[in-house]
């Protein structure tokens, strides 16, 4: 399993309606082969600070099967508008659980 982080700063004031075509974009992402699950958090002191995790299979069904796909169009229509700057995203696997 590969966990994608990305840190992502919406522009003040914009908040409650990021949060709401956030929702609506999941159903792009989850409906991808490999997408395992995610979440979205807000900053408890900066709200309009949010961390993006999703658990994907393998990288490779995040940057090709996701990027690559019609799904993501609508995902960047939906949401790319809102940050700025433009998040950075990483990729993590696990070494340690407790």
Not at 27 to 36: C, F, L, M, V
Request: glycine share 4%; charged share 25%.
């Amino acid at each position: 399993m590969i966990l994608e982080v990305a840190m992502l700063n919406v522009k003040i004031g914009q908040e409650r309606q990021f949060e709401l075509d956030f929702a609506r974009a999941g159903q792009y992402i989850s409906s991808i082969n490999g997408y395992i699950k995610h979440s979205l958090r807000r900053c408890l002191e900066q709200n309009h600070k949010y961390i993006l995790l999703v658990e994907w299979e393998n990288l490779e069904d995040h940057t090709i099967g996701f990027r690559q796909s019609p799904q993501y169009l609508e995902w960047k229509r939906l949401l790319h508008h809102y940050y700025d700057p433009f998040p950075t995203v990483e990729h993590y696997e696990l070494v340690v659980e407790n």
